[in-house]
């Protein structure tokens, strides 16, 4: 089955910097990826996510690159603020709709 | 606003207890839940796929007689913790597939589950 290695597992950075995270996966059938934002005792909520035919996707401050022949992901947040804190997921699956499997989660902390 | 109802949103019961989580789909109708556990500190770790009018589908290690699954309707699951120990306390979540919809799975709000 799949599986999804996510780093660093905690980052802590400065209001204003950037801050990467990544992920690799293991099914090179795997065709959809979504970043997921879970604060503290909430759901996770997805923030952005990428299909297998591109290979990066911006949205304001945050942005997802995909190089399918390395299968490793990206997700890139600009300009940090304090309420961006939280813990993100990686996810992959073959289907849009199909199971998802889970990163082990990176927690951000973003210093004011 | 949410599209995916889970209830209760907090369990405390003691050791022994089965304990029911209930999962709807609010807006739409999903032949497809999936049941998640999350330990403190760690990822979404899936136990269970909830077909609409069939079997659910166990992940390996997940006991199907420890965890009962059932999809009776287009818009509820239900998973029921039987006997539960206190090594079963964990946060639960629940999602929903939307095929029609801008997002694959929809999440409800999870239950906190505390076996005393």
């Known amino acids: 089955g799949e599986n999804v290695e996510q780093h660093p597992s905690t980052l802590s950075v400065q209001e204003g910097d950037s801050a990467v995270i990544k992920c690799t996966y293991s099914?090179?059938?795997?065709?959809?990826f979504p970043w997921y934002k879970q604060e503290l005792g909430k759901r996770p909520q997805l923030i952005i996510d990428?299909?297998?035919?591109?290979g990066e996707k911006k949205d304001q401050r945050i942005a997802v690159t995909l190089n399918k022949t390395a299968k490793h992901f990206s997700l890139h947040i600009t300009e940090t603020q304090p309420e961006d804190s939280a813990v993100y997921f990686c996810?992959?699956?073959?289907?849009?709709?199909?199971?998802?499997?889970f990163g082990k989660g990176t927690m951000l902390l973003v210093s004011p | 606003g949410a599209v995916v109802s889970q209830h209760p949103s907090r369990v405390i019961c003691k050791s022994g207890t089965s304990v029911k989580i209930e999962c709807r789909s609010l807006?739409?109708?999903?032949?497809?839940m999936f049941w998640y556990r999350q330990f403190p500190k760690q990822s979404l770790m899936l136990m269970a796929t909830?077909?609409?009018?069939?079997?659910?589908?166990?992940e390996q290690g997940v006991e199907k007689d420890k965890f009962l699954i059932n999809h009776a309707s287009l818009t509820l699951s239900t998973l029921t913790v039987t006997s539960a120990h206190p090594e079963d306390s964990s946060f639960y979540i629940c999602?929903?597939?939307?095929?029609?919809?801008?997002?694959?799975?929809?999440f409800g709000d999870g239950t906190r589950l505390s076996i005393l």
């Open positions: 999602s929903a597939r939307d095929p029609t919809g801008s997002q694959p799975q929809h």
């Open positions: 990428i299909r297998s035919n591109v």
């Open positions: 099914d090179s059938a795997s065709n959809y």
């Open positions: 807006d739409f109708q999903a032949t497809t």
């Open positions: 909830s077909n609409e009018g069939s079997k659910a589908t166990y």
């Open positions: 996810a992959a699956s073959r289907r849009g709709y199909s199971t998802l499997t």
